[in-house]
């Protein structure tokens, strides 16, 4: 396993068939392969949040909840997390 990064431009587009400036929770469903795994600050469970549809001309709302199940329907790992800050 290798430590966590941001992916480079590369691997955006290998993976998720995204480019920089364009990333969103989305394109996971893109990963044929399953091999990102998403995480969600839990401070938005039970909210709504807003994504790009894979383009960042526009934007999406649904239920946290909602994408976290639609992203593991589609057989990536997702799930709510307490993500802390070190400032």
């Avoid at 364009?22 to 938005?44: C, K, M, Q, W």
């Avoid at 709504?48 to 057989?75: E, F, M």
Wanted: no cysteine; aromatic share 10%; glycine share 4%.
């Amino acid at each position: 396993m290798r430590a966590l990064s941001f992916a480079s431009p590369e691997e955006l587009l290998n993976i998720m068939q995204l480019t920089p400036g364009a990333v969103t929770p989305f394109g996971i469903l893109n990963d044929s392969e399953h091999r990102v795994h998403f995480y969600l600050d839990r401070e938005f469970m039970n909210d709504k949040i807003g994504v790009h549809p894979n383009d960042n001309t526009a934007t999406v709302w649904l239920q946290a909840n909602d994408l976290i199940r639609l992203i593991q329907d589609n057989g990536s790992e997702a799930e709510f997390t307490e993500i802390l800050f070190d400032i």
